[in-house]
């Protein structure tokens, strides 16, 4: 540490430490309605080991508590963070202590889609593709660079128990033998730009196909393995419109590796180790056969067969991987005050609603009109991008809402007063917090 440095922290401990002693937060020694016993008789699950420091109800039980004394504090002292603040941030039971290794257990299929993790590189939005499910080939596209940047053999992929066991994300099991740390675009066009766009995947059975554009040209890219040759990756390359040019980086292959292909394309090494697949101008229709394998056993046939089938027909459709169906029964949750998942009111009725949010998150109730409901779902949803929406209380401005009330904090309470159209017919009542309308929703029926 630098001398000035070392200066501008002292000066600024003396802040620190004032700051800290100056938060005004809810503490168990001096304010009854943050003990942790409180309200577990109204909530599930209080009775589990994760839950028994936690704080229920809090600004509610906070409300009621200054409600009764009759008065409150110019500043009223505020939460104090998970567990009441007693324990650090992650509270009494941290969830870095939580193991379960249960999605190893699972049958995980030819494709896996989640960030994906090598002791060299973090892959954002991998597609990890089986190609033999046992003691196979295996490999990871990534849809930012258009390229594989990692291949291996053996296993498929497993996952750290951490966390839950999807903290560390996706890890591939067995030897890699390639790992492309070059996260940049891998494709180059003959023109003096290239512009792509990743479309996807297709699924036909076992087989995945890549299609994206490459200067407007379309690229369906499929890697594959011949069933009896689990060391052999193979790659076919389609260009049903055709293809201006271009390069394509292969990565940095083990010396062991040879790479052969099918078709007009070749492949030249730069001087730092890595292979680039070279493709001159294409007609429409055309493929190429790329095969990458042990060099003792690697041969121009592998990369002749690879041009044997058509990737067009694979965009198709195949048959169902799991064709089982499962059933399974939901519990509907106790009503035990006779509340009614169905409002009904009478034309043009006024309209006294207390809305209450016992949950442990932000909610509203709006009112729309009948079938609107995902119009107003869908501008509530896109009032993420507004600076202003909780100013707004995530409400839509469209005619199609009746009446809303005001966002509603955990333990929170607003009383909202409306008439009720003079339309008749099932009207919608919905939370409009982003994510929540597509769950939290109801009938809102008037009749004559």
Same mark, same amino acid.
């Given at each position: 540490?630098?001398?000035?440095?070392?200066?501008?922290?002292?000066?600024?401990?003396?802040?620190?430490?004032?700051?800290?002693?100056?938060?005004?937060?809810?503490?168990?020694?001096?304010?009854?309605?943050? $003990?942790?016993?409180?309200?577990?008789?109204?909530?599930?699950?209080?009775?589990? !080991?994760?839950?028994?420091?936690?704080? /229920?109800?809090?600004?509610?039980?906070?409300?009621?508590?200054?409600?009764?004394?009759?008065?409150?504090?110019?500043?009223?002292?505020?939460? &104090?963070?998970?567990?009441?603040?007693?324990? *650090?941030?992650?509270?009494?039971?941290?969830?870095?202590?939580? $193991?379960?290794?249960?999605?190893?257990?699972?049958?995980?299929?030819?494709?896996?889609?989640?960030?994906?993790?090598?002791?060299?590189?973090?892959?954002?939005?991998?597609?990890?593709?089986?190609?033999?499910?046992?003691?196979?080939?295996?490999?990871?596209?990534?849809?930012?660079?258009?390229?594989?940047?990692?291949?291996?053999?053996?296993? /498929?992929?497993?996952?750290?128990?951490?966390?839950?066991?999807?903290?560390?994300?996706?890890?591939?099991? *067995?030897?890699?033998?390639?790992?492309?740390?070059?996260?940049?675009?891998?494709?180059?066009?003959?023109?003096?730009?290239? $512009?792509?766009?990743?479309?996807?995947?297709?699924?036909?059975?076992?087989?995945?196909?890549?299609?994206?554009?490459?200067?407007?040209?379309?690229?369906?890219?499929?890697?594959?393995?011949?069933?009896?040759?689990?060391?052999?990756?193979?790659?076919?390359?389609?260009?049903?419109?055709?293809?201006?040019?271009?390069?394509?980086?292969?990565? @940095?292959?083990?010396?062991?590796?040879?790479?052969?292909?099918?078709?007009?394309?070749?492949?030249?090494?730069?001087?730092?180790?890595?292979?680039?697949?070279?493709? &001159?101008?294409?007609?429409?229709?055309?493929?190429?056969?790329?095969?990458?394998?042990?060099?003792? #056993?690697?041969?121009?046939?592998?990369?002749?067969?690879?041009?044997?089938?058509?990737?067009? !027909?694979?965009?198709? =459709? =195949?048959?169902?991987?799991?064709?089982?169906?499962?059933?399974?029964?939901?519990?509907?949750?106790?009503? &035990?005050?006779?509340?009614? /998942?169905?409002?009904?009111?009478?034309?043009?009725?006024?309209?006294?609603?207390?809305?209450?949010?016992?949950?442990?998150?932000?909610?509203?109730? #709006?009112?729309?009109?009948?079938?609107?409901?995902?119009?107003?779902?869908?501008?509530?949803?896109?009032?993420?991008?507004?600076?202003?929406?909780?100013? @707004?209380?995530?409400?839509?401005?469209?005619?199609?809402?009746?009446?809303?009330?005001?966002?509603?904090?955990?333990?929170?309470?607003?009383?909202?007063?409306?008439?009720?159209? $003079?339309?008749?017919?099932?009207?919608?009542?919905?939370?409009?917090?982003?994510?929540?309308?597509?769950?939290?929703?109801?009938?809102?029926?008037?009749?004559?």
């Amino acid at each position: 540490m630098s001398p000035r440095t070392l200066l501008f922290s002292l000066l600024l401990l003396p802040s620190i430490v004032l700051a800290q002693e100056e938060l005004n937060l809810a503490n168990p020694d001096t304010h009854s309605y943050i $003990e942790a016993s409180g309200s577990r008789d109204v909530h599930l699950y209080t009775d589990a !080991e994760v839950n028994e420091a936690r704080i /229920y109800d809090f600004y509610q039980r906070q409300a009621d508590y200054y409600m009764e004394q009759g008065s409150w504090p110019e500043i009223i002292p505020a939460f &104090p963070g998970l567990d009441a603040g007693l324990h *650090g941030h992650w509270g009494l039971h941290s969830e870095n202590d939580h $193991e379960d290794g249960r999605w190893n257990d699972i049958d995980m299929g030819t494709v896996w889609r989640q960030t994906f993790r090598t002791p060299e590189l973090n892959i954002g939005k991998a597609v990890s593709v089986r190609l033999v499910e046992e003691d196979g080939i295996s490999t990871t596209f990534d849809p930012l660079t258009l390229s594989y940047r990692v291949a291996w053999d053996g296993e /498929y992929i497993e996952f750290d128990p951490f966390r839950w066991g999807t903290s560390r994300n996706a890890q591939p099991q *067995g030897t890699i033998w390639l790992a492309d740390p070059d996260d940049s675009l891998a494709w180059s066009s003959a023109s003096e730009t290239t $512009e792509v766009s990743y479309h996807g995947f297709y699924r036909h059975t076992d087989r995945v196909v890549f299609s994206y554009d490459i200067n407007g040209s379309k690229v369906l890219d499929s890697p594959w393995s011949p069933k009896d040759e689990t060391s052999v990756l193979l790659r076919t390359l389609s260009f049903p419109d055709g293809f201006d040019g271009g390069r394509h980086r292969l990565g @940095k292959l083990p010396i062991e590796r040879a790479v052969v292909t099918f078709g007009n394309a070749t492949v030249i090494q730069d001087p730092n180790g890595i292979s680039w697949l070279e493709i &001159p101008e294409l007609p429409e229709g055309s493929s190429i056969g790329l095969a990458i394998g042990a060099s003792l #056993v690697l041969t121009d046939g592998h990369a002749r067969y690879a041009t044997n089938l058509s990737l067009t !027909e694979l965009t198709q =459709g =195949g048959s169902i991987r799991w064709p089982q169906t499962i059933s399974t029964q939901g519990t509907r949750a106790e009503n &035990p005050d006779g509340k009614a /998942y169905v409002i009904e009111a009478k034309a043009g009725e006024f309209i006294k609603l207390v809305f209450e949010n016992p949950d442990v998150m932000p909610h509203n109730v #709006v009112f729309c009109t009948e079938g609107n409901l995902k119009k107003v779902g869908d501008m509530s949803f896109a009032m993420l991008n507004d600076p202003k929406a909780a100013d @707004k209380h995530y409400t839509p401005d469209t005619p199609e809402v009746i009446a809303n009330s005001h966002l509603v904090f955990p333990g929170g309470k607003h009383i909202l007063h409306f008439q009720a159209p $003079e339309e008749t017919g099932d009207h919608h009542f919905v939370c409009t917090f982003p994510g929540h309308w597509m769950t939290m929703n109801g009938i809102f029926r008037v009749t004559e």
